[in-house]
């Protein structure tokens, strides 16, 4: 990559600081399964029975959950074609239907939903969240990945520029004009390239995304399988035969390949044939992550409108709560007074063997509970520093939002960045991101992903903002010694927009401003 990341060494964190950190990353679901593990590790602990409560009058489903696609109202894609598994072979008469390709189309088969705009039940809201989920699911293998800090953004960037079959149909030299204009982002179409062809194509699943058409698709899909001789003359047929493919011409194919027999080339067919053309419209759990299983949403957080006031609640009500074990603290306690009164006993011979031994057998037992109850005890405060953290990072983000919480309108959003809230609330921005990355916010106009409240402070600070001050810089300069471009940047730094130097020559020739030499007075 061309920008390189310089390392600072990391600042050592107790024990208790990577448990609080875990816990505040964790959303409300994966805690469950967290205290649940730890009840079954720590004889300290207890489960706290509380009644089931309702949390601000929030819509639920009968288990509590709220549901965010009540039945499976998404497309299923269609594969290459239909035919019998059974088949060891077809009928030359009949092989011009085993693929069947559009010549004119990249994209052969037809998607479409399950229910129509007039079906009473149709609701819009719940089959547009699930065309963004194949790109969650691909962020979350992101995540995970051991990539710098630039490959991870292009490749984020590279992801939410993916088509709905899960296709990059811009071409790359498009992107890198984007990324400058918008994001103020200087990268080359090789650094993408790259990044494309080495993260998003080869270490994501399922296999064929990001591919910039259908050939390349398929090829990506048999470069995954496993090497077989079908495998392998279906990668022949595609890479090198694909017109031929898609236009049916099995005759051709098989005498330009010296394919022997007929057999081999149904073989390899039927491996084309049940290919993905549309990776993008895999459900998630074919993926390397399986968090999106569920068609289910459970938000973190509540935020309410309440005669004017924005009402924050974390919805924890069906978290578990637990407590250090009355009973086991008992037994802590008359542990510790046996040793102490098998210390003080005297005797001698096999009683004063016997009185050790007991004594031993306490000691081991009480260092047992002293272990579990410390750590048990670590663990809930642990627990209320996670609950307090996250509503005080919440509080912040719907304070600076405000316009956004009463409203619903995306427009309405601030510039915000995880350090201006850092700096609000008095975390590291380490936590805020935590905090941001995997919670969902039930607002009174849906749930919303509490990440995709925050905007780039550069990028948000408005387009047209940024060619007005470079408009008026260039009208008010000196006439008989114009500002190169590069120092039209630097004023536009100076004026908080700070955008790189080709940045600003976009700029200006939509402007139609020439060259500071062709500004030139005499």
Known sequence: MAQVIRTEPKQKHNPEQYLVSSLVQAPSDELEHLIDDKLQENVALERVDQPDTLTNGSERD?????????????????????????????????????????????????????????????????????????????????????????????????????????????????????????????????????????????????????????????????????????????????????????????????????????????????????????????????????????????????????????????????????RISADYEKLYDELQKSIEGKNEATGEGSAVARNKEAIANDRDGVKFLRENIQSGRAFIEALEQRRNTLMDVMQTIVDIQRAYFFTGLTETLKPMTLQDVADRCHYDISTISRVSNSKYVDTEFGIVLVKNLFTNAVAESNQSAVIEALKHIIDEEDKHHPLTDEALAQELGKQGYPIARRTVVKYRESLGYPVARLRKEA
């Open 62 to 322: 009968e288990e509590g959950e709220f549901d965010a696609n009540d039945e499976e109202k998404l497309a299923n894609s269609d594969t290459l074609a239909s035919a019998d598994e059974g088949d060891t072979s077809i009928p030359d008469t009949e092989r011009g239907d085993v693929v069947a390709f559009d010549n004119d189309d990249d994209d052969p088969v037809n998607t479409s939903s399950n229910q129509s705009p007039d079906d009473e039940d149709y609701n819009p809201i719940d089959n547009a969240a699930h065309s963004d989920s194949f790109r969650d699911d691909l962020k979350k293998q992101i995540e995970v990945l051991d990539i710098t800090r630039e490959e991870r953004y292009l490749a984020n960037y590279i992801i939410d520029c993916l088509d709905e079959s899960g296709y990059l149909r811009r071409p790359l030299i498009e992107l890198v004009d984007d990324l400058e204009m918008t994001q103020h982002y200087e990268t080359t179409v090789e650094d993408l390239e790259a990044v494309l062809v080495e993260i998003v194509q080869q270490e994501l699943e399922p296999s064929g995304i990001g591919a910039r058409d259908l050939r390349e698709c398929l090829l990506l899909q048999l470069e995954a399988r496993k090497a077989t001789p079908s495998t392998l003359l279906a990668y022949d047929i595609v890479s090198q035969k694909f017109d031929d493919l898609s236009k049916k011409r099995y005759d051709r194919i098989e005498q330009d390949l010296n394919i022997s027999t007929h057999a081999e080339l149904v073989d390899a067919l039927r491996v084309i044939r049940h290919l993905n053309p549309k990776p993008g419209d895999m459900q998630p759990s074919t993926a390397k992550t399986d968090e999106l299983k569920i068609q289910q949403i459970r938000p973190d957080f509540i935020v309410r409108n309440e005669d004017g006031q924005l009402v924050v609640t974390l919805n924890d009500g069906h978290v578990p709560q637990v």
